[in-house]
């Protein structure tokens, strides 16, 4: 049987994430439905396309997604459904897919069509629902909608190189549960600009030289635990999705801070590196 994963911003304190499951379980009550998460932040595209890229590999071939981000019908905020990667998606057309869709190109997108047929106060419960249930009993994108070839891309999703490639301007694209701060910038992008040069990652008044492999290779061991002082120290790393990531060593906001507390990096904010000439 089939699994729908469910992505959203509407939080655990209102109805909607639950109406949503027991329309599906009405539906096809013996569907397995996995959340992902219900606590990205509001109407926060960029946020949403980080996670779903990160998370949806993880799950089967034929697995479905859907994505109640930003998803009131208009007339420039349209629905879609994709199959890609051997996964489906559905989800609005904002943006949240070209992150994916950027390494990835879509078998086929079709533009949802069905929303004659049923009320839309509530699209996710209303349309995505129904889409989710019509691909998860075997059916084809072709009846619930007209094939598209493009989707609306999320602004700065690619990091900027100057022309003599001796520097990468990118940006924070998501700040995770530890306040960590992932940027745009992907090992594969870097080092093809990087091309074994050395570098210094500046973020605000904070410069990095390193970038470790994992959080750990930070701590030299040698040095007796009590000695070390290493919880509340900046360090850099690419993450498990492959992102540069700014870090705080075993950060804690309430204690010892994060890397958003205390370097006062947000959202949208530059990261850049710099090549140095060896």
Do not use: W
């Not at 990667?85 to 989800?91: A, L, N, S, V």
């Not at 078998?107 to 049923?118: A, G, L, Q, S, W």
């Not at 990468?168 to 701060?181: P, T």
Request: glycine share 6%; with cysteine.
């Amino acid at each position: 049987m089939a699994i729908i994963t469910l992505t959203t911003d509407f939080g655990e304190k209102d109805h909607f994430a639950g109406a949503t499951k027991g329309a599906i379980y009405s539906e096809m009550p013996e569907i397995r439905i996995v959340d992902i998460s219900h606590s990205i932040s509001p109407f926060n595209t960029s946020e949403a396309a980080y996670i779903i890229q990160n998370a949806y590999r993880s799950f089967p071939k034929g697995t479905i997604h859907v994505i109640g981000i930003d998803s009131e019908l208009n007339a420039e905020n349209k629905h879609i459904a994709l199959k890609l990667d051997d996964h489906y998606f559905i989800c609005a057309n904002n943006g949240i897919m070209s992150m994916i869709c950027s390494e990835i190109v879509p078998e086929k997108i079709v533009e949802i069509n069905i929303h004659d047929k049923i009320q839309t106060s509530f699209p996710v419960l209303d349309v995505f629902v129904k889409v989710a249930c019509h691909i998860a009993r075997g059916g084809t994108l072709e009846v619930i909608g007209k094939t598209i070839t493009q989707i609306k891309p999320i602004k700065n999703i690619v990091p900027y190189v100057n022309e003599d490639k001796s520097q990468i301007i990118g940006s924070v694209l998501y700040i995770d549960n530890y306040g960590n701060v992932v940027t745009n910038i992907k090992k594969s992008f870097f080092e093809a600009i990087q091309k074994g040069r050395s570098f210094e990652i500046s973020a605000r008044s904070y410069k990095f030289k390193t970038i470790y492999k994992k959080y750990s290779d930070f701590v030299n061991f040698e040095i007796p635990e009590d000695k070390r002082h290493d919880e509340g120290r900046g360090l850099v790393v690419f993450n498990s999705g492959s992102f540069l990531e700014i870090a705080v060593y075993k950060s804690n906001s309430a204690t010892v801070g994060s890397a958003s507390t205390l370097m006062g990096l947000n959202l949208m904010d530059t990261v850049s590196i710099n090549f140095l000439k060896d």
